[in-house]
């Protein structure tokens, strides 16, 4: 992002916090005291969130961890209230009804919205945690050895202050159970910094998975974020293999992995191919599914991506459809498939609403 849209993005944020900040001590039903403790509690939620990105990394990883996650957390409920609320506004606006006295200082209405919006995140926090297994069959068009290959792939784990050892151990074992072939790591491995996963000696739990033909991974747009060397370095320290625009020949078919589209200066997949046999099948991982007739022009057989968490929470899936050719699921073109995975990990708050958690499992003949 440019300068001025990082600005910009930041004065929204923090016009949206005002707002949000002056309704909700509008419909606050105590006294002044009350309300005083209440906007406190309301303000320290939102510097919260701040804080961990500005002042994350020279925090003790604890303190940092408990105001991601709570920062972070608050963030995702916002999006609600702000929904909310705007379309409180709205009522307000035209005059259709008489709303302030069923809104503001209702204890009523103020019970009405606290239970609701523990019901929408209550759900979403049990969609975030119930991993969906997904399974697919495809077939490549360019020979016929009766071989089959049995990966699973898996992208934006955001591995970090969010999501530590205790959640990865539950996921390792998940995978590990697929006794799959080979594990394909489509991308942000780490989240927002190095700091958390080297303290918490996380790359000695993702040693755990195991697979016959080894673990393979991708750059994305956070281990950008998070220091690119740093990040390739821990990478390599957790005994998993990077394909940085290189690729590896496995069991008779290529895994291609391109560096993530936020290096500017990365090769083209066409310059990645010219080293390669491309009557054999080719399997690519690219983070972000964005210009996929480039595949499809290259001969490819299957593209993994990720890096869109289908938008995470709804409404903001209903943009990642509209930004993305394909934001979520199987797709194909001509000869060539695509599958962007959801992201078995998430970014900030632990909640799904409208996208779902998943790994992915393929069983893919030659």
């Known amino acids: 992002m440019k300068i001025y849209q990082i600005l910009l993005f930041v004065s929204f944020l923090i016009g949206c916090c005002v707002y949000l900040t002056i309704r909700l001590w509008q419909i606050f039903p105590f006294n002044q005291s009350g309300k005083i403790i209440f906007i406190s509690a309301i303000i320290f939620l939102f510097l919260a969130f701040f ?6 990394n020279k925090l003790p990883v604890g303190i ?64 975030y945690q119930n991993k969906t297994r997904e399974e697919i069959t495809l077939s490549s068009s360019k020979i016929n050895e009766n071989k089959q290959l049995k990966i699973v792939a898996i992208s934006d784990l955001h591995l970090g202050y969010g999501i530590g050892n205790k959640e990865l151990n539950r ?21 927002n910094s190095i700091k958390p996963v080297r303290e918490n000696n996380m790359n000695e739990t993702l040693k755990k998975f195991h697979s016959k033909y080894g673990v393979y991974a991708i750059l994305g747009n956070h281990e950008f974020i998070s220091g690119s060397n740093e990040s390739i370095r821990f990478i390599e320290d957790s005994d998993i293999i990077l394909l940085k ?5 496995i069991n008779g078919l290529y895994i291609v992995g391109r560096d993530d589209a936020t290096n500017k200066s990365r090769k083209s997949l066409k310059e990645i191919l ?17 210009n996929l007739d480039e595949a499809m022009k290259n001969n490819i057989d ?10 995470q929470i709804w409404p903001i899936s209903w ?48």
């Open 51 to 56: 804080l961990s990105f500005l002042l994350g």
């Open 64 to 127: 940092t961890t408990f105001l991601y996650r709570v920062g972070s957390s608050w963030f995702m409920i916002c999006v609600y209230l702000l929904m909310i609320f705007l379309l409180i506004d709205i009522v307000r606006i035209t005059h259709l009804v008489n709303i302030d006295k069923y809104v503001f200082n209702n204890i009523y209405f103020f019970i009405s919205l606290c239970s609701a919006l523990t019901i929408i995140m209550s759900i979403g926090y049990y969609n």
């Open 171 to 191: 996921w390792i074992k998940l995978i590990n159970k697929e006794e799959a072939d080979v594990i394909l790591i489509c991308g942000d491995l780490i989240d």
């Open 245 to 249: 625009d290189s690729s590896v020949l």
């Open 274 to 290: 010219a080293s390669i046999d491309n009557s054999k099948p080719i399997i690519l991982m690219d983070h972000q599914p964005s």
């Open 302 to 311: 299957l593209q993994l991506s990720g890096h869109t968490h289908r938008g």
């Open 319 to 366: 943009i990642t459809d509209k930004i993305f050719e394909v934001s979520h699921g199987f797709y194909q073109k001509d000869k060539t498939n695509y599958y962007v995975t959801s992201g078995i990990g998430i970014w900030a708050g632990k909640f799904r609403l409208g996208s779902k958690s998943e790994y992915v499992v393929i069983n893919f003949n030659y």
